[in-house]
């Protein structure tokens, strides 16, 4: 069983940054990936960007790229954010997958983006 709690939300003005993170507990494995996601009202929640347990592969959305960045640091998942639009509000949940699929997710973050 995992455990994540994210923390870090929070309200800033756009042109502003974020960090957000997330801290993992329980058994994970090299071989896990932690993903990031997000959720606006009225939409669908949408993946962000995601990071092998090992550091070594990332990967991210269009719509985050060069303004986004996934890091580790033992048993925390970072999720630094910048430049951040009105369209960047969202719950941001963290969650992990083992194998296949994210089965582990977190409580989620509240992050708004005022214009």
């Known amino acids: 069983q995992v455990q994540l709690v994210e923390s870090g939300g929070g309200l800033v003005q756009a042109g502003g940054s974020l960090r957000l993170s997330c801290v993992a507990s329980?058994?994970?494995?090299?071989?896990?990936?932690m993903g990031w996601f997000r959720q606006a009202p009225q939409k669908e929640r949408e993946f962000v960007g995601s990071?092998?347990?090992?550091?070594?592969n990332t990967d991210y959305a269009d719509s985050v790229k060069g303004r986004f960045t996934i890091s580790r640091d033992k048993n925390t998942v970072y999720l630094q954010m910048n430049s951040l639009t009105p369209e960047d509000t969202a719950v941001y949940y963290c969650a992990a997958k083992p194998d296949v699929a994210y089965i582990y997710w977190g409580q989620g973050t509240q992050v708004t983006v005022s214009s």
């Open positions: 329980g058994r994970i494995f090299s071989s896990y990936i």
């Open positions: 990071i092998t347990w090992s550091g070594v």
